[in-house]
């Protein structure tokens, strides 16, 4: 079991080799956008990886396509920079999180 800490943020969340970053803190509540579910084509989970990147999951080439064209719309761009949903980790990272999701204004 794997932790992923959050910059600036005191929780901290256990992860396994099969489960996603995304999923892991979705499953958690933790406030993290996502549009299309986990399949790379919203790019809302970005991720910059402050510590840990060498237990990272290798970018595969559909990561690689998105991060590019969410480059040229302006995004945060990188070798520290990841889709949480393509993301898995078999060692303990620290991510800061690029788009949280605002709660509901009701």
């Known amino acids: 079991m794997s932790v992923i800490r959050i910059v600036g943020r005191p929780e901290s969340f256990d992860v396994n080799l099969t489960t996603s970053l995304l999923n892991a803190l979705l499953r958690n509540r933790f406030p993290i956008q996502t549009l299309c579910g986990g399949r790379a084509s919203c790019g809302r989970d970005l991720i910059r990886v402050h510590a840990g990147g060498e237990f990272l999951s290798p970018r595969r080439e ?5 991060l590019r064209s969410l480059a040229e719309e302006g995004e945060p761009s990188g070798a520290d920079i990841r889709l949480a949903c393509q ?3 078999r060692g303990d990272v620290l991510i800061e999180i690029l788009h949280l999701r605002l709660p509901d204004a009701s």
């Open 87 to 89: 993301t898995y980790t």
């Open 62 to 66: 559909l990561e690689i396509k998105r």
